[in-house]
């Protein structure tokens, strides 16, 4: 967002925990704070501390806008009496009822009683700022109760792809995934039996991310790559995949990784669930409703290697075409004019 706010010609300054060097090249100053999970459960004393030094911070700057990037800040943004949006990527109260599940006991017992303060908090922060979010299903869920929602949707930049790298293909149908596989279990990013459904039909796959598993013949790891890097990578290959088990909370998601697949040149695949994603491609990808069903998908393209490469080709003039970051500066002008 902050390369949007420099388009608009605005002084841009980040606070918050855990800057990363290359990501906040892009302010103009930066204020580190440290943000524990205390602070964002609200307990109050360690709240309170957070408050004062934030409040500090933001008197010092004397913003025009504050652009609160989570629910939690969102908060402290409120208790700062300066006018502000939200910027909500995640829509948290309903990603934390979708992801109760049957295999973490914390989770089953905590999760509904924090989606519930989460959406007492979604209400009160539409009732008082406008909200920026990244698809329209979650703009309707704020439009519905009230608020003023607008969608800047989770597109690379321009100054991105002007960056990257991009590669040659290799010969053989090759798929890609960009994430982690890991055993850390959440309910709609499970991604489980995922490479032993590769292994198992011996068909090639790149993993791009940290992973617990072994590679083989036929499927390889990257491990963690710079972000940039991760551009000359997947290019390389021919099928982007989102290989989660369809979930409910799909709907609502506007995945990067997805976006960066059709700047890369790739044929993406995602389950039917993707509604939103789906509607953005215009029918330039490919839709099952289990990864297991990509079998089939995977041997049509490798029986027609020419018209695939030709497929990748037309992908990637669509994403240079239309999912571009910047094409969305007169939404943020539009947002800020009704803080």
Not at 162 to 175: G, I, M, Q, R
Not at 222 to 234: L, R
Request: glycine share 4%; net charge neutral.
């Amino acid at each position: 967002m902050a390369v949007l706010d420099k388009l608009l010609g605005h002084e841009t300054i980040f606070a918050g925990p855990e800057p990363i060097a290359p990501t906040m090249r892009i302010f103009d100053s930066v204020h580190y704070i440290y943000q524990s999970h205390a602070v964002r459960f609200g307990l109050p004393i360690i709240y309170r501390m957070l408050q004062l030094r934030i409040q500090k911070i933001i008197k010092k700057i004397n913003p025009d806008v504050i652009h609160a990037h989570d629910i939690f800040c969102v908060m402290l943004a409120v208790d700062s009496g300066y006018p502000f949006v939200y910027d909500d990527h995640e829509y948290w109260s309903k990603e934390y009822m979708c992801d109760v599940n049957g295999r973490q006991l914390f989770k089953r017992i905590m999760y509904p009683y924090f989606s519930s303060i989460w959406l007492k908090r979604e209400s009160y922060i539409a009732d008082r700022a406008p909200v920026i979010t990244v698809s329209d299903p979650i703009a309707d869920y704020y439009k519905d109760i009230g608020g003023e929602c607008f969608v800047i949707p989770n597109y690379p930049s321009q100054h991105e792809i002007d960056s990257a790298t991009f590669s040659e293909k290799v010969n053989d149908l090759t798929t890609v995934f960009i994430g982690k596989t890991t055993k850390r279990f959440c309910s709609y990013r499970d991604e489980a039996n995922f490479v032993d459904f590769f292994k198992k039909i011996n068909k090639p796959l790149v993993c791009i991310g940290k992973t617990i598993h072994t590679p083989s013949d036929r499927v390889r790891f990257t491990g963690h790559i710079p972000h940039m890097n991760v551009f000359a990578e997947t290019s390389k290959y021919h099928v982007g995949v989102v290989p989660w088990r369809a979930h409910t909370y799909h709907r609502f998601c506007s995945l990067n990784k997805v976006y960066s697949y059709a700047h890369c040149g790739t044929i993406v695949v995602v389950t039917s669930l993707f509604t939103n994603v789906i509607k953005e491609f215009q029918g330039k990808c490919r839709v099952v409703n289990k990864y297991e069903d990509m079998n089939d998908v995977l041997n049509e393209m490798e029986g027609n290697m020419d018209g695939t490469v030709s497929e990748c080709e037309e992908n990637m003039k669509f994403a240079r075409k239309n999912f571009i970051f910047e094409k969305y500066e007169d939404t943020l002008k539009e947002a800020y004019k009704n803080v």
